[in-house]
């Protein structure tokens, strides 16, 4: 069982950055492949990264060159470094997390934060 939580979402302006950050309270990320997806109002739930165990990283292709994903497991917490936003981005950030990579890329991953809001104004 893993619980996660996730921070850093705000207001910024459009072309700022921001770093969210999802830590496992409960749990660990160790063995797990970990994504961040976003949901926009109206919108479906969308993938923006994950990183595999093995640091492997997959991108959206409206986010390559400007977000990061990374994790660090000696504090069960995984980042996105989200730079040169754009209002169109203004979404709830998610963090997932699964053993399984086909379901974390999915959107089927087994658990899921409860997002932090992250507002782009332009």
């Known amino acids: 069982q893993v619980q996660l939580v996730e921070s850093g979402g705000g207001l910024v302006q459009a072309g700022g950055s921001l770093r969210l950050s999802c830590t496992a309270s409960?749990?660990?990320?160790?063995?797990?492949?970990m994504g961040w997806y976003r949901q926009a109002p109206g919108k479906q739930r969308e993938l923006v990264a994950a990183?595999?165990?093995?640091?492997?990283?997959h991108y959206a292709d409206s986010v390559k060159g400007r977000f990061t994903i990374s994790r660090d497991n000696a504090k069960d917490t995984v980042y996105l470094q989200m730079n040169s936003l754009k209002p169109e981005e203004t979404a709830v950030y998610y963090c997932?997390?699964?053993?399984?990579?086909?379901?974390?890329?999915?959107?089927?991953?087994?658990?899921w934060g409860q997002g932090t809001q992250v507002t782009v104004s332009s």
């Open positions: 997932a997390a699964d053993p399984a990579w086909v379901r974390l890329i999915t959107l089927s991953a087994a658990y």
């Open positions: 409960k749990g660990s990320i160790f063995s797990k492949h």
């Open positions: 990183i595999h165990t093995g640091d492997l990283t």
